[in-house]
């Protein structure tokens, strides 16, 4: 309900020597660190795409997301000959060559390297949005629809990073604080 979307690419030599790397969703936040450190350290290159809320207001979850993949493929400090991307949903406007791959985060070691600095970097960003707007959780839950983060919301409203188009700020009328 809150903050940006990113997105990662990353580039892992032949010889990468990674053997915990999984689903981002399946590993502790300190399994996470540490294997970013990891996979930042071997990569041949890495980089991030992010699509901020009016963004994905805008463009819809799917599109910011994609939009988002396009970037951190885009930001690379070499071009791929080929794109494995998570999902069944190909990158738009990409002159790559591509293969889509469903749960690509649990049985592509690219793909889950890409998934793991994604939710590092993202939570990195959480945590500095919670400075900012302090009094909403957003280190704890990273943004997402805890009881923490309604309850904060019913009590303070929406801040600037939060998505008006999603439940459940969408159902409370709120207007969109500048």
């Known amino acids: ?25 399946k590993l502790t936040t300190k399994q996470r660190q540490e294997l970013a450190i990891a996979i ?21 979850i799917l599109q910011a997301s994609l939009k988002a993949m396009a970037l951190a ?10 794109v494995l991307v998570d999902g069944n949903q190909p990158i738009p406007r990409l002159d790559i060559f591509q293969q889509t791959i469903v749960k690509g985060d649990v049985t592509v070691p690219q793909i889950s390297a890409a998934s793991i600095l994604a939710k590092t970097i ?18 704890r839950h990273k943004g997402y629809a805890t ?10 409203g929406p801040a600037p990073i939060h998505r008006f188009t ?13």
């Open 122 to 139: 993202r939570d990195k960003v959480m945590q500095g949005l919670d400075k900012r707007y302090p009094g909403y959780g957003l280190a």
């Open 147 to 156: 009881s923490e983060h309604l309850a904060a919301l019913q009590k303070l």
């Open 40 to 60: 930042k350290a071997q990569a041949v290159t890495w980089a991030f795409g992010f699509s901020w809320p009016r963004e994905i207001e805008k463009l819809n």
């Open 73 to 82: 493929v885009n930001n690379l400090s070499c071009r791929p000959s080929k």
């Open 1 to 25: 309900m809150a903050g940006p979307v990113v997105a990662a690419a990353v580039i892992l030599p032949a010889d990468f020597d990674l053997p915990l790397l999984t689903d981002s969703k």
């Open 166 to 178: 999603f439940k459940p700020i969408r159902q409370e009328k709120w207007l969109p604080l500048t």
